[in-house]
């Protein structure tokens, strides 16, 4: 019993699960690193496979596990991580690919686990699959409860974070929209052309497109592989973005010759966004301290032709707010690291790693927000945000800076989101998409004003 699979989509799968696994990578950078590396010559049919078994393995590795340990003879804990992973990716494709025939994916278990596994290691993975195929013919049991609710699927201090700050209802139902894939969500380069000229240019090179609700440049991908390889893509007539991400550059509002500052910048995506925005007149800075990703960023800025930015290699939470010696700015974006909670969907790794260190993380989100007041005019705009949910990353962080600096006021996000939008905005007037958790990634946004020139600390 062996498998073909030496080059195919589940050795990859293995492969970027070891790497996320081992060297804490991110999935979507090793499963790039590894398909342009080894699987260049796959079909379009075996990428989405492989794709499909690395990030549902991610979400549902909760689910899995519970529904493996019955068949197990050791715990989980004591398995060699080689054939754990191995079962995972078979109780996957048993419990949740109707396409994939449950024999195929117990035969090309076996034939990983001759490949990465122990001498003898086949036998048990064979023995364990099979069982699992059994439970599932004969009604399933647990087995159902797993796969329909998915209550595993998030570490339980998560599930006690959200339910403490959101209520138990709408913490599941966040929960539940996190456990599907997410949507393939295209910005427009209006730079370039409009959405209905995209719609067309990519409907023309094979792909099936239509527009996205919430924001005037969103374009939903339905069908198509790979959009990198589009000639538009390439050409900058696009970029990957969520349509929650693309209203954060809304409700900071920039205009034509205007002067930007985008904190934490790399990899430009919502740099790009601003420029878009200023019709390519004025001047954006975009600083960011990490070389290489600045690199990226500038990269992106040539492709989608945004030729105003002025990439900056700095740290922004330095002691000295950064730049400080140039005239103060119109608008600040501080795009602040944070625990990446509402981004689960795309990087579900991010679950089953360490609890973050929050109160580093808060201590860093406030040095950010509080040099960046200092780069804003009297009368300009300062906008916070992040892809997380969590009120200590996000309405604290604000509560706790305007209590400090009198000098900046809390604007209604409302007014700068799309007609429809506006159940998006929160009483404390922030934006915060997870109330529509099943459209978009969840984004959280504050817009603030400084009224002032005087700063007060």
């Known amino acids: 019993m062996g498998s073909r699979d030496s080059e195919g989509p589940r050795s990859i799968a293995y492969e970027v699960l070891t790497a996320v696994d081992e060297r804490g990578s991110y999935a979507d950078r090793a499963l790039d690193a590894r398909?342009?590396?080894?699987?260049?010559?796959?079909?379009?049919?075996?990428?989405r496979l492989a794709t499909e078994l690395v990030y549902g393995t991610l979400r549902r590795r909760g689910s899995l596990d519970r529904c493996l340990r019955p068949f197990l003879r050791r715990p989980l804990e004591r398995l060699d991580p080689e054939i754990l992973r191995?079962?995972?990716?078979?109780?996957?494709?048993i419990l949740f690919l109707d396409r994939v025939p449950d024999h195929a994916a117990v035969n090309e278990s076996v034939g990983?686990?001759?490949?990465?596994?122990?001498?003898?290691?086949?036998?048990?993975?064979?023995?364990?699959?099979?069982?699992?195929?059994?439970?599932?013919?004969?009604?399933?049991?647990?087995?159902?409860?797993?796969?329909?609710?998915?209550?595993?699927?998030?570490?339980?201090?998560?599930?006690?974070?959200?339910?403490?700050?959101?209520?138990?209802?709408?913490?599941?139902?966040?929960?539940?929209?996190?456990?599907?894939?997410?949507?393939?969500?295209?910005r427009t380069n209006t730079l370039k052309t409009d959405r209905a000229g995209l719609i067309d240019r990519l409907n023309d090179e094979g792909y099936v497109a239509e527009p996205a609700a919430g924001s005037p440049r969103a374009v939903r991908l339905v069908e198509g592989g790979d959009i990198r390889k589009a000639d538009c893509y390439r050409q900058g007539w696009c970029v990957q973005q969520d349509t929650a991400s693309q209203l954060i550059v809304e409700i900071l509002d920039p205009a034509p010759g205007e002067r930007i500052l985008d904190l934490c910048a790399a990899p430009g995506i919502k740099t790009t966004h601003i420029a878009e925005k200023m019709a390519d007149q004025g001047r954006?800075?975009?600083?960011?301290?990490?070389?290489?990703?600045?690199?990226e960023l500038a990269r992106g800025c040539r492709r989608m032709g945004a030729s105003i930015v002025r990439a900056v290699c700095a740290d922004a939470a330095g002691p000295r707010p950064p730049l400080a010696g140039g005239l103060p700015f119109d608008r600040v974006l501080v795009d602040a690291p944070c625990s990446g909670?509402?981004?689960?969907?795309?990087?579900?790794?991010?679950?089953?790693?360490?609890?973050?260190?929050?109160?580093?993380?808060?201590?860093?989100?406030?040095?950010?927000?509080?040099?960046?007041?200092?780069?804003?005019?009297?009368?300009?705009?300062?906008?916070?945000?992040?892809c997380t949910v969590h009120r200590r990353e996000n309405e604290a962080i604000v509560r706790e800076f305007t209590a400090e600096y009198g000098d900046f006021v809390v604007e209604?996000?409302?007014?700068?989101?799309?007609?429809?939008?506006?159940?998006?905005?929160?009483?404390?007037?922030?934006?915060?998409?997870?109330?529509?958790?099943?459209?978009?990634?969840?984004?959280?946004?504050?817009?603030?004003?400084?009224?002032?020139?005087?700063?007060?600390?």
């Not at 490949?115 to 004969?138: D, I, P, Y």
């Not at 089953?352 to 705009?381: E, S």
């Not at 504050?446 to 005087?454: E, F, N, Y």
Request: with cysteine; charged share 30%; glycine share 8%.
């Open 112 to 186: 990983l686990a001759g490949r990465f596994g122990r001498r003898g290691s086949g036998s048990l993975v064979n023995g364990v699959l099979r069982s699992l195929c059994r439970a599932k013919e004969n009604g399933g049991g647990v087995l159902a409860d797993c796969v329909q609710h998915g209550e595993a699927d998030f570490p339980a201090w998560l599930t006690r974070l959200w339910e403490r700050e959101l209520g138990a209802d709408k913490a599941a139902r966040i929960r539940t929209a996190l456990l599907a894939p997410p949507r393939t969500v295209l």
């Open 284 to 295: 954006v800075v975009a600083l960011d301290r990490n070389l290489a990703r600045l690199r």
């Open 412 to 457: 209604e996000t409302a007014p700068f989101l799309p007609e429809g939008m506006e159940d998006l905005c929160s009483e404390a007037g922030h934006f915060c998409s997870w109330a529509r958790p099943t459209c978009f990634d969840l984004f959280f946004a504050a817009r603030l004003r400084r009224i002032s020139r005087r700063i007060s600390k």
């Open 86 to 93: 191995i079962l995972r990716l078979g109780a996957y494709q």
């Open 341 to 386: 909670l509402g981004i689960l969907r795309r990087n579900p790794e991010r679950k089953w790693r360490p609890v973050p260190d929050f109160a580093t993380l808060n201590r860093l989100q406030a040095r950010l927000i509080r040099n960046a007041a200092a780069l804003v005019r009297p009368g300009g705009i300062l906008v916070y945000s992040t």
């Open 35 to 47: 398909l342009r590396r080894r699987g260049a010559g796959l079909p379009d049919r075996d990428r």
